[in-house]
T-cell receptor, first 114, second 117 residues
Framework: GNSVTQMEGPVTLSEEAFLTINCTYT??????LFWYVQYPGEGLQLLLK?????DKGSNKGFEATYRKETTSFHLEKGSVQVSDSAVYFC?????????????FGDGTTLTVKP | DAGVIQSPRHEVTEMGQEVTLRCKPI?????LFWYRQTMMRGLELLIY????????DSGMPEDRFSAKMPNASFSTLKIQPSEPRDSAVYFC???????????????FGEGSWLTVV
């Protein structure tokens, strides 16, 4: 079956530090890959996505590249802000019978200190 | 644009009582999901519907849980009787899914925060 493995948290960084949150996946075929973000007291919302190999998703200074050879979709940001403090979820969505059933990682909590 | 709308946002109920959570998906979306989130178990998919039909309910924890989607614009998740271990945040989400496209985003509601005492 499909699975997503994220870097365990929590992650604590100082403002303006570089961020990497690792994500690797297992899936049959060629899934689409997503990063969702959950701010305190809110639901998850899409941060970025990539639908095919070598695609780069980007949004709000965050980037992730779909690496088929390493089955990875690591999230990066060059300079984090306090407002980036949230929980980040890596997810995949596959074709076929399970097209509607996205698989989520366990989430990584990021805290950015001023 | 209106997002996924859930009610109630917060509910505190006594053990043994019936709880009904409600959801209005984004207009035009044909898939609807119910998730549960707790500190211990993280985010769990309970059930999902496609075109109002339940496709996979393998995540529904017990017979005390039931979900319905009588039409494209409304769904309920019911817990009867409720127990303290059901305390969690319950998210409804929707998407415009098709079997030929895996790149569709799931849109989450703000969640219903349930406490069973």
């Amino acid at each position: 079956g499909n699975s997503v493995t994220q870097m365990e948290g929590p992650v604590t960084l100082s403002e303006e530090a570089f961020l990497t949150i690792n994500c690797t996946y297992t899936a049959t075929g060629y899934p689409s890959l997503f990063w969702y973000v959950q701010y305190p007291g809110e639901g998850l919302q899409l941060l970025l996505k990539a639908t095919k190999a070598d695609d780069k998703g980007s949004n709000k200074g965050f980037e992730a590249t779909y690496r088929k050879e390493t089955t990875s979709f690591h999230l990066e940001k060059g300079s984090v802000q306090v407002s980036d403090s949230a929980v980040y979820f890596c997810a995949l969505s596959a074709f076929g019978a399970n097209a509607g059933k996205s698989t989520f990682g366990d989430g990584t909590t990021l805290t950015v200190k001023p | 644009d209106a997002g996924v709308i859930q009610s109630p946002r917060h509910e505190v109920t006594e053990m043994g009582q019936e709880v009904t959570l409600r959801c209005k998906p984004i207009s035009g979306h044909n898939s609807l999901f119910w998730y549960r989130q707790t500190m211990m178990r993280g985010l769990e998919l309970l059930i999902y519907f496609n075109n109002n039909v339940p496709i996979d309910d393998s995540g529904m924890p017990e017979d005390r849980f039931s979900a319905k989607m009588p039409n494209a614009s409304f769904s309920t998740l019911k817990i009867q009787p409720s127990e303290p271990r059901d305390s969690a945040v319950y998210f409804c989400a929707s998407s415009s899914m098709s079997g030929t496209d895996s790149g569709n985003t799931i849109y989450f509601g703000e969640g219903s925060w349930l406490t069973v005492v």
